[in-house]
């Protein structure tokens, strides 16, 4: 199950979220480790463990497009680099977002990026 995973989520899987957001990291989570093969019986003991068990894989490209195709992004839609560097790589993958971020998901619709569903 391929899509670009942001900070907020990932970390959102370590803490807890008072905010009602934890639903929809548990679902990316379970969607991840489920399309991976990973029977989990119960939740991950630590946060390294899940997050090997999700095999994520960071983009080795990325940097590259920093100062090009983020820097206009992140000029565009008013975002922080490093919220404009998972929008460039969900363009430039064709990949959905996985993202509590308000801003960053306005931003991916805007853009016509679509957002990690995980059902």
């Known amino acids: ?3 670009v995973l942001d900070a907020s989520v990932a970390l959102s899987w370590l803490l807890e979220d008072a905010g009602g957001r934890q639903d929809y990291a548990a679902a990316v989570f379970d969607a991840k480790t489920e399309a991976a093969g990973v ?26 497009q920093a100062l090009t195709a983020g820097l206009q992004l992140a000029r565009r839609f008013r975002l922080s680099a490093y919220d404009a560097s998972y929008l460039e790589l969900a ?3 064709t990949l959905p977002l996985a993202t ?13 990026v679509r957002r990690f569903e995980a059902s």
């Open 1 to 3: 199950m391929k899509c």
């Open 39 to 64: 029977v989990q019986e119960q939740r991950s003991q630590t946060f390294l463990a899940a997050l090997a068990a999700a095999r994520i894989v960071c983009d080795a490209n990325t940097h590259e």
């Open 91 to 93: 363009l430039r993958l």
């Open 100 to 112: 509590l971020d308000g801003a960053l998901l306005k931003a991916a619709l805007q853009a016509g």
